[in-house]
């Protein structure tokens, strides 16, 4: 018979390890490439963004920093009987800054992921704080992120 | 000290036990429920359900079988451009039943959560077969539940 290696691999193999790994492990190692857009472009352009890229969720920036979230959400509420999609702009229907829900670069994945449930939205932005109000967009968090995770660890990889 | 209950429970709390639970957990027992719309209702009508119930896709069905998917993408693209969303039958933009990746209600967590991630979607319905073609939607499982799963095991719950 094959050994069974790893079963008996107590301690980070259990759940209490499972929980050790999300607890200590920061956002950052397993975020996805963040897409962003700068203020000024048009919910036009957000759109085709969108769907190239084929994200849920686009991160607008203004001089380098986060200023706002576009859903696919937010797009579909806009493009319902706004016949000129290029004259609008982004900013316009994104949320802003002191609504978004997002994670330093360093936090752990426990936290992105109890912030994604909490909040009950499907992505979050991963940071870098260089100032009050300068947020560096360096990832983005997602639950396909987590379900990736999670079969990861249910196959031992 | 306070007895570290569960720690050293071998068997069920290792990745084998999470391997062990998804593999032999029926999709159905922790799906959400679906939110469903009849043939013959117009993209207006798909987008207000869409909104009202806060969810990503919604399911058509015809004599109360499944037979197209529409989700937040599709409704986007035909809001683009297309002034009257009244006239348009939600059967003209869906996805059609033999495009649709779905689950058995009798199937594997671990099979659902594989083919979300193989085919890129965000959400599976849940159908109870009654014959060919004639699929009863009784569920729908997201990466909502997948993030649940993961957090209730990493905190053993």
Redesign the interface.
Known sequence: ARPRV?????GT???????KF?KESPVKDVGSLPIVIAEGKSV?EA?VT??LE?V?TIYVVKDSYLSGVIS??D???T???N?D?NTIPVEMVMTRLSHIVYVNEDDSI?EA??K??TY?I?SLPIVTAHDVNKLEVVGRFT??N??????E????N
Chains 1, 2 share one sequence.
């Open positions: 790893g079963y008996f691999y107590v193999k259990t759940n209490e390890g499972l929980l999300l036009y759109i969108l769907f084929d849920g696919r959400k797009l579909l509420k493009s319902i009987g016949k999609l426990y992921i109890s994604i449930l009950e499907d639950k396909t987590i379900s990736r995770l999670l079969m660890f249910a196959n031992g």
